[in-house]
């Protein structure tokens, strides 16, 4: 089975980003490979402005890095509709094919080597470049067959880890995550500890799989507390499928839609290990910056520009309105909880929400959520805070000891019915059942 990276289906599509310092080639330079590939097309497929540029790039790294010719000729075709006039493709189709039936043969004559000199390590490095071979032509349920049938191959724990990892690698790079997922987590239980660049790595390519399945809850707390040496740094990021401007961004993004200020300000901040990641994004540090000193009309004129980059990233694209929905309940909340009440008007003009009736659905909602203990006063425009009478927290505390105690109650009952029941069968049975 060929993956197919251009989809046939009507897309949403965005104009280009607002965001100052975006530039399509260096957002794409640190991805490699198939990893690249996707992006650009993405960026093809979602931006009009940007197709063509975009297609060419997507053009250039399948004939330097892959054989993956039945994509080369979708890419190719897009191009044409575009009124790209194009060299003919047919040398490079060709040389590709050859090439990739070349190592093919080379790899299984290898691979049947191995095994009948029961060399494992050669066995296994074996299967490990075929499976990259088949990801190379775009055969990706292939290049998982070939890694999950040399794990008989595998001579300890750590072995069976990196081929677990291998396997990840290429889902992510055709963001697959739930099969990531499932990898990483082989990988992890085969671990012997939680350290070094393999299990850095799967920490860093299952965040990215979690931020993709808008699981982003634990992201800024997991990556603040990931330490990557100088030494481990070039494994980790060898693959071309993350860079550590994607750290920055997923931590961000995940830090404003679940953390609060103090905890933004320990956790990232301060983070003097995370900051070279910062370096790489300067608008992620600048963002959470603002949220923590509350000038978030400034830090949301900053947070759509970012927001208009990421609608052409794959990771975080799909997710772009609930992202930006979670962030801006954050900001509700934290606005709030200072004060005993507040003028919705001036609320909903200082967080650049469109209107009065908006930020009060969004109000509701968070009380209905009991995110917020507060009511909205229709009439003066104003939301109140809720106090709680101690008269009504003593009768829930109550009420809470009642249902506990009602429930240890039942069970001494059905004891002792099941005592009674118990003594009025006959000896033998008794003894019988035992």
């Not at 990801?135 to 794990?151: P, T, Y």
Request: charge should be negative; charged fraction near 25%.
């Amino acid at each position: 089975m060929y993956a197919s990276d251009i989809s046939s289906l009507q897309t949403k599509t965005y104009p280009p980003p607002t965001l100052a310092s975006f530039d399509l080639h260096s957002y794409l330079e640190g991805y490699k490979g198939t990893a690249k590939i996707r992006r650009a097309i993405y960026m093809a497929e979602h931006c009009p402005e940007l197709s063509t540029e975009s297609y060419l790039v997507a053009l250039d790294e399948l004939e330097s890095t892959t054989y993956n010719t039945r994509l080369h000729s979708e890419v190719s075709k897009r191009l044409a509709q575009l009124g790209v006039a194009l060299p003919s493709n047919s040398d490079w189709k060709r040389s590709a094919d050859q090439m990739a039936m070349r190592e093919n043969s080379e790899l299984q004559e290898e691979i049947k080597e191995s095994k009948s000199g029961n060399l494992l390590p050669a066995c296994q490095r074996a299967h490990k470049n075929l499976a990259e071979l088949y990801a190379k032509m775009g055969n990706i349920e292939e290049a998982f067959r070939v890694l999950q049938s040399v794990r008989e191959f595998c001579g300890d724990a750590t072995d069976h880890g990196d081929l677990q990892v291998s396997a990840a690698r290429i889902a992510q790079s055709n963001f697959r995550w739930m099969q990531v997922s499932t990898f990483v987590q082989r990988a992890f239980t085969a671990a012997a500890a939680k350290q070094g660049a393999m299990w850095i790595e799967g920490t860093i390519i299952q965040t990215q799989a979690s931020f993709g399945d808008s699981k982003w809850h634990d992201v800024a707390r997991t990556l603040s507390q990931l330490s990557i040496s100088e030494a481990d740094a070039p494994k980790v990021f060898e693959a071309g499928n993350v860079t550590q401007r994607d750290l920055a961004l997923y931590a961000t993004l995940s830090a404003l839609m679940t953390m609060s200020r103090k905890e933004i300000k320990e956790k990232l901040i301060n983070n003097l290990e995370f900051s070279k990641y910062f370096e790489e994004m300067p608008e992620c540090l600048e963002l959470l910056k603002d949220f923590y000193a509350s000038k978030y009309s400034k830090m949301l004129v900053l947070f759509d520009q970012v927001l208009s980059a990421c609608a052409l990233d794959p990771v975080i694209g799909p997710h772009i309105a609930l992202i930006k929905g979670l962030v801006v309940d954050n900001i509700v909340v934290l606005y709030t909880t200072p004060y005993m009440s507040v003028r919705l008007e001036s609320m909903a003009k200082e967080l650049r929400i469109a209107s009065v009736d908006t930020l009060e659905s969004i109000v509701i909602r968070l009380i209905t959520n009991k995110r917020i203990v507060a009511r909205i006063d229709a009439v003066s425009g104003y939301l109140y805070k809720y106090t709680l009478d101690p008269r009504d927290a003593t009768l829930a505390h109550i009420e809470e000891m009642y249902k506990a105690f009602a429930g240890q109650v039942d069970m001494v009952k059905a004891h002792i019915m099941f005592l009674e029941e118990e003594s009025r069968r006959p000896s033998g049975s008794r003894s019988q059942k035992a």
